[in-house]
């Protein structure tokens, strides 16, 4: 599944995006538009059908991590995440935040995010491990707090599904085309190779929403993933 990264500063500018497409979608609301509009942009997104990825990355001791969690549950997203480096006790309690509920979203973990270097990891973070061994530690625990899968680069999902099972989900950003700048990320792939790869959902934010026509960029991406 491919899932459009709304990076936009306001409502109006996102809200008039998404009225260019004809289907539901998945996207994803990261910090920079659920801090400028609030929960408010959840449900005027949620009216007009779409499945939502909140991108919260919450990390901070495991009560207050509860009972964030607790509040986002109100608002019927269908994806949450939280940082894998708070531990297996902060993850646990991230989803005991959903046990009441019928309908629950899928909660995952960030790894190491995709503008993270080896380079980054060993000078700047002090951490004499592989990426790929920290990234599938990282993994393990998270499969191990009761989570349903984890963000991580393409790259590492054979290896974190190898170490977690097939159905532990992988959800991918860092996806480019060749034909694209790669900004501010590292670890990236184009829509085909994390296909081959293996991964379950790709976010692809400027690609499609900086495209001339996101509609078509958006269904020329979606089918290389998929492979039609």
């Excluded at 309690?93 to 019928?102: C, G, I, K, P, Y």
């Excluded at 009761?146 to 190898?162: F, Y």
Aim: proline content about 4%.
């Amino acid at each position: 599944m491919v899932i459009i990264a709304l990076d936009f500063p306001d409502k109006d500018t996102t809200i008039n995006f998404l009225k260019k497409f004809n289907e539901p979608l998945w996207v994803k609301v990261g910090m920079e538009l659920f801090y400028g509009c609030g929960p408010e942009i959840i449900k005027e997104i949620k009216k007009l059908g779409h499945h939502i990825f909140l991108d919260l990355k919450l990390h901070d001791i495991p009560n207050t991590v509860k009972s964030a969690m607790a509040n986002l549950a109100k608002l019927d997203v269908d994806m949450v995440n939280v940082h894998a480096k708070g531990g297996i006790k902060m993850m646990s309690e991230a989803m005991h935040a959903f046990d009441n509920l019928e309908k629950k979203p899928l909660v995952i973990a960030v790894t190491e995010l995709t503008s993270t270097s080896q380079e980054m990891l060993t000078n700047e973070l002090l951490c004499s491990t592989t990426m790929e061994k920290m990234v599938i530690k990282h993994a393990l625990n998270t499969k191990e707090a009761g989570l349903n899968g984890v963000v991580c680069s393409p790259l590492e999902v054979k290896a974190i599904k190898e170490a977690c099972g097939s159905d532990f989900i992988t959800v991918t950003p860092g996806i480019r085309l060749k034909t694209n700048s790669v900004d501010d990320q590292v670890r990236i792939t184009t829509p085909v190779d994390a296909r081959i790869l293996g991964t379950n959902f790709i976010v692809v934010g400027r690609p499609i929403t900086r495209a001339e026509n996101p509609v078509e960029a958006y269904k020329q991406i979606k089918k290389d993933f998929l492979g039609e």
